[in-house]
């Protein structure tokens, strides 16, 4: 059975050791995966529903039905390679969770073949679409350089976009970068505290707060 109403996110933090005592947090999420609510006709399934939409090229009804084909339900198994179709087809419009979704299964080589460049590729392109987790993921790739040639300056530059748009690990992140110079100046002012600009961690207690509710 598809919930249409429930939505929750499952987060699990890591820890990848830096220079020293910074740390740059990791996080594997499963983004939320329920269907929105829908007025459907007398006999109609979700299914259907959104392969109708799909085929009239409507990017969320291509997101969706891609989901539908990720998760699986009760009656439909789940089909990795149908769901890279769908989500490539909303991501070549330019539909942002589609494209990090595309990505995520490029990186698992999941109905598809595993590839870093077209994994880059769609988690740019997400991450340019303002897609705040996808922005700290590509940071988190330019910092670690095990796909892509390391970068520190891009790896901060990238925890910046997601922290101005308060996404607590982005803020934690770039706090990090600040106070260890790392792709950008060292900033020292609040040294005695553990981190150089405790602002980017501001939010961050509050998101782990919400993610338990």
Known sequence: ???HTLHFT???ASLLVLQGSASIASIIETSPQPLPTISL???TTPLDYWTRQAAKGSARAQ???AEIYHYGTEKIPKDRARAAKWYSLAADQGHA???LRLSKLYAMGAGVDQDDAAMLKWLKASAEHFNAYAQNTLGLEYFRGSSTTKDD???AKWFRAAAEQGYGYGQL???QCLRDGIGVPQD???RSQGACNLTYYRCYAGMLRQLTV
Do not use: C, K, T
């Open 1 to 3: 059975m598809i919930s």
């Open 10 to 12: 499952i987060v699990a």
């Open 41 to 43: 006709e007398l006999g």
């Open 63 to 65: 997101f969706h039905l």
């Open 97 to 99: 969770e589609a494209e």
């Open 153 to 155: 300056r891009e790896a």
């Open 173 to 175: 992140n770039l706090g």
């Open 188 to 190: 020292l002012r609040n």
